[in-house]
Structures are given as structure tokens and as C-alpha cells.
């Protein structure tokens, strides 16, 4: 799932890089100050049709590339074809800024936000979503979604433990995290620059002292710095170095499918990516079309179109494009608490990987 990865650039000064996004100082200050805003009370899951037929009208904010979010529209259309839709694309750092910008104004002018999990969070602890338990979420993967209805998962990745098949023998592979501080690692290792959410996750399960314990360990086998998960898994494909505990799953799977000697493994249970989520403003002016769209996409019928742009829906009825993914026992994260402590998780990552701050 590129597009949920920014493009990778120096950093601005007063910058931090959050889930890949470069987010300029004023934009944290700028959600600090508006964390203070009060929750919405929820709304009930119900039958919206009759009101969304007055509203008539969806404004779609959405990070994800144009031609997904597009079929994905074009089904929704098709069902609900009174319903006028408004789309604005932009990276996830600028739909921040514009939407923290038009709630200082008092302006309300998104109805339902399609966006990587960190900027969802990012409002949700801004007090900016209003929380719709849509009936749709009960088949939903618990790992990609809130307890309150806030935010739910459309379509995700996950991040696997891959090798190259002609340098790592079957018996040989890892098979829980800390194997990889086994002498045969040292120096065949590779991660990318920004694994600050396998950190995260890492300190999650194995607890805050014992995961920074590992890390430090991980950390002394040296390993080999890349940017990019694309190019990590293309390094592995050619022997540069012998696996590698971030790759796409997609990634892995089609070159093994293509013949390069790469295979993967999941060690469990695994953290998902972040992923791209529907959520609906806590002042959406259409809130019924609102509802009416996060229903959708959170239907099979949704979730089938989701199949078919080869993304990993979320629903657990629904088949996943890479199979064996169905049957990776997953994570459950506190993300409250990743959005509380990811900017001193990502500046302990660094300080630990030696990288620069």
C-alpha cells in the first residue's frame, strides 16, 4: 500500500515524521491546541436513507490515490444515485492542515474522511469525529477498528518477516522476534528508515522495557539501513542480504510468485498497518449521506470492490488477495496510546539505530 507511505524527503526544520507523513511543527501545535475539544456523542446505528435523501450531498476528504477511491465511489453511486458527490484529495499532512485550519474558521465543510490510521487518530484525539457504531463493523477485523465507533478500517497491510530462500535454509528461520539476535544475523539484517510503527508494536507486545531491551539487541547485530519497503524487498529478491521483518506482505508474495527466491513468515501475532479508515466529521454538514457511505464501504458489497483494486479488505468474510493473510492471528494496538507516545518512540527508534534526528 504505497500511497500510504509519503514521499520520502529531507525533513523541513521544526518537522517530525509521523507513520511517514511529514508533519510541520505548526501542524502539531496546531492539533495540540485543538486536542482540548470535546467528544461528540454518538450516533445510532439506523436506517439513514429517508434524511440522507434530503441532505443529497457527500464531500469526500481522502488521502488514497484517485482511481481506488473513485471505483470505490462509482459502487456507492450506483446504490445511491440521488446523492451528489464532492471529492478532495490531498496528502495526509495537508488534509490535517486543511481540516484543523477550517475548524479554527468554524468552517464545516467535509461529510466523511477516508484516511491512513494515523491522521484518523490524530482528529479522533483532537475530539474532531464523531463516532457512528454502524452495523456494518460487527464483521470487521477487531484489530482495525475502535472500541467507540470513531474510526473503522476499509482496507489495511500487514508486514511480514521475509528472506531470501537461497541464503536462509527452511530450519533456519526465525520463528519468534528474538531469534533475530542469533549470531548467524549479524550484518544480514535490514530495516527501513521509518519502522517506527514495527517499534511501536514491538513495544506493545513485548512490553515498554523488554522490547526497548530487544530493539538495543537488534541494534548491536547491525543491520543494513534502507529506504523504502519496495526497495528492501527487491534487495532480498537479489541476495544483498538475507531477510528482512518489515516487508508488504503483497510485496513478498508476488515476487515469490514471479519466481525470485524470497518466501515469508508471520511471527504472531502481528500488528497491522495502519489503515486506510472511514470516519465522519464531528460537524459533517450531510451527516445521513455520511453514514450512508461509511455503511457502504463497510458492506461486503463495498468490501468486494475493495478485493478487486487488490487491497486487503477488513471484513472476515470477505477473501483476501493474498490468502495465507487470512489466517495471521493479528494484533490488537492501543492507538490511543501510539498517537500519546509516537513522538518519543520515533526519536528513541532513531537514537538506538544510530540514524539522524
Partial sequence: MDEIKAFQRPEWPGEKTVNGFRLSGRVLIL?????GL???PPMHAQEPSGNAQVEKKLVLYHSPNVPDTERMLAGFRKKYPFVEVETYRASGEKL??????EARAGKHLSDAYLLSGFQTWLLKSMGMLLPYPSLEREKVLAALKDADGYWTG???NLEVLAYNTKLVRSAEVP???????APRWKGQIALEEEDVDWYTAILQLMGEEKGKEFMRGLAAQRPQIRVGHTLLAQLIGAGEFALAPTIRIHQAETMRLKGAPIEWTAIEPLAPNPPI???????????NVARLFT???LSREGQMIVYQLNRNPSRSDVPQPVPRAAKIRLMTMDYDLVVKNYSRHANEFRQIFSLRQ
Avoid: C, G, M
Wanted: proline share 5%.
Fill in 31 to 35: 492539533a495540540t491546541t485543538l486536542i
Fill in 38 to 40: 470535546s467528544f461528540a
Fill in 96 to 101: 490535517i492542515q486543511r481540516i484543523t485550519t
Fill in 154 to 156: 476499509v482496507y489495511w
Fill in 175 to 181: 520463528k519468534a522476534w528474538e531469534d533475530l539476535l
Fill in 277 to 287: 479508515s472511514v470516519s465522519i466529521p464531528k460537524n459533517a454538514a450531510h451527516p
Fill in 295 to 297: 455503511d457502504f464501504v
